[in-house]
T-cell receptor, first 114, second 117 residues
């Protein structure tokens, strides 16, 4: 069984401030983990993924996430928020190496205040 | 990169009619595609896994006779909402797995907004 929990359905940050979106996972086997971004009325775009290589993963648009097994976390960060970062962000998990379904978190809506 | 398209992007239909949504992988072959449903301000709910050349695998609670899935080729899967009702109005998103890469990554289509009147 696998699941992800995203803490905070809404997060507001000021433009230029640090972005931190939290994700904790539960998996009975080693996981692959993903962060996706969704803009209104659009599909999902992959920001970054963890696939058991480096624990610090760098993605697009300046985002990165760190896999911490001891904390079962995969939080998403960006040093300086841009207005264009305002969107919905989804954390997702799937078992390592297997071609099985992906389980999504409930999403965090990021608001960037000018 | 891997691109997935969906058609139509938006459809409005009358209650009782059927609607077909297409999902295509444009630059890769996808033996497995997924269909999701997303209600406003909610996460994606997996409806079914579509396997090329075989029957789709539906998630618990999803009516297979209402949501017909066909995956006849390595680049095309279709979802048909039969006898649509207003409660079927939702955002439907497909994804395709590119097995050439690593990490079990899925590539998502842009979604189809279905409104049933």
């Amino acid at each position: 069984a696998q699941s992800v929990t995203q803490l905070g359905s809404h997060v507001s940050v000021s433009e230029g401030a640090l972005v931190l979106l939290r994700c904790n996972y539960s998996s009975s086997v080693p996981p692959y983990l993903f962060w996706y971004v969704q803009y209104p009325n659009q599909g999902l775009q992959l920001l970054l993924k963890y696939t058991s290589a480096a624990t610090l993963v760098k993605g697009i648009n300046g985002f990165e996430a760190e896999f911490k097994k001891s904390e079962t976390s995969f939080h998403l960060t960006k040093p300086s928020a841009h207005m264009s970062d305002a969107a919905e962000y989804f954390c997702a998990v799937t078992p390592l190496g297997g071609y099985q379904k992906v389980t999504f978190g409930t999403g965090t809506k990021l608001q960037v205040i000018p | 990169g891997a691109v997935v398209s969906q058609h139509p992007s938006r459809v409005i239909c009358k209650s009782g009619t059927s609607v077909k949504i297409e999902c295509r992988s444009l630059d890769f072959q996808a033996t497995t595609m997924f269909w999701y449903r997303q209600f406003p301000k909610q996460s994606l709910m997996l409806m079914a896994t579509s396997n090329e050349g075989s029957k789709a695998t539906y998630e618990q609670g999803v009516e297979k006779d209402k949501f017909l899935i066909n995956h006849a080729s390595l680049t095309l899967s279709t979802l048909t909402v039969t006898s649509a009702h207003p409660e079927d109005s939702s955002f439907y998103i497909c994804s395709a797995r590119d097995q050439r890469g690593s990490g079990n990554e899925q590539f998502f289509g842009p979604g189809t907004r279905l409104t049933v009147l």
